[in-house]
């Protein structure tokens, strides 16, 4: 799951920092607001990657995805943006912790094999 999950977040790195070069463009916001709104959530999403085994990781991602579907109110693209990667992270988590399950499987057969 620690893999799919990290990719996805990755992923969501270069599209908050991207989204925020969009919004600078909003006269409404400030470049203040804008980076340090985005920074925030970049920095989240990096700081995330390596907390993924850790409870409550999980639910943090989900509240990411919730802010990064929000963020269509200011960048519009973002509601798609952020619908696609919700999805990304759903099935991260879901097939994830099936694979994990499939390799732990394996592992434990592998072990009662060699004994």
Known sequence: MRTLCASTLIGE?????????VAMKNPDLTQATVWTVCGVAMLLSVLLCGMLS????????????????????VVPMM?????????????????????????????????????
């Open 13 to 21: 790195f270069f599209v908050i920092g991207f989204a925020g070069l």
């Open 54 to 73: 850790r409870p409550g990781a999980v639910q943090i991602g989900w509240a990411l995805q919730i802010g990064l579907v929000l963020s269509g109110f």
């Open 79 to 115: 509601f798609i943006l952020g619908a696609v990667f919700a999805g990304l992270w759903w099935c991260s988590v879901h097939y994830g912790t099936k694979i994990d399950a499939i390799k732990a499987r394996w592992a434990a057969a592998q072990g009662e094999a060699q004994a």
